[in-house]
């Protein structure tokens, strides 16, 4: 994977704590980007180092994600199976479908099958195929709707 891959890769997964973490505890956005862009992106955390993401592109999916959140959410809503909310998604896979989501309807400079791969590798990092398989479905969904 090049260099610029992986700092991407690494943009989306911080982007997904960060909309979780935002989610939470009510983060204001300046002080939330301020702490990752200072203790966590490209940082050396409990002993484990964690690549050098690209800061704009992570920044762009957090703000993105939140500005665009009851856009993304209604879109989202549609995809789910019936019966299901997004009040019942655990709080990270939720976190994951929003960044994803707002890839596919805001960033039509990045590939559809690359944001789908990168957000099943994300899910891969919290959770078991299952789920992974869930991002996937869902967001192909999302992109067949808003692409």
């Not at 260099?3 to 300046?30: I, N, W």
């Not at 896979?93 to 990168?118: C, H, S």
Request: proline share 1%.
């Amino acid at each position: 994977m090049s260099a610029s891959k992986k700092a991407r890769a690494a943009a989306r997964l911080s982007a997904v704590q960060a909309l979780y973490q935002f989610d939470m505890e009510g983060t204001l956005m300046a002080t939330l980007l301020d702490e990752f862009h200072r203790h966590r992106l490209g940082m050396e955390i409990d002993e484990e180092k964690f690549e050098k993401a690209d800061v704009a592109f992570f920044d762009d999916i957090v703000k993105g994600a939140v500005a665009r959140r009851e856009e993304i959410d209604a879109v989202l809503s549609q995809k789910l199976a019936s019966g299901w909310s997004l009040e019942r998604l655990d709080k990270t896979m939720l976190q994951i479908l929003r960044a994803g989501a707002y890839e596919l309807m805001a960033r039509a400079d990045v590939p559809t099958g690359a944001v789908i791969t990168e957000y099943v590798d994300v899910a891969h990092a919290f959770f078991e195929e299952r789920e992974a398989k869930f991002v996937n479905g869902v967001l192909d969904a999302v992109a067949k709707s808003v692409r």
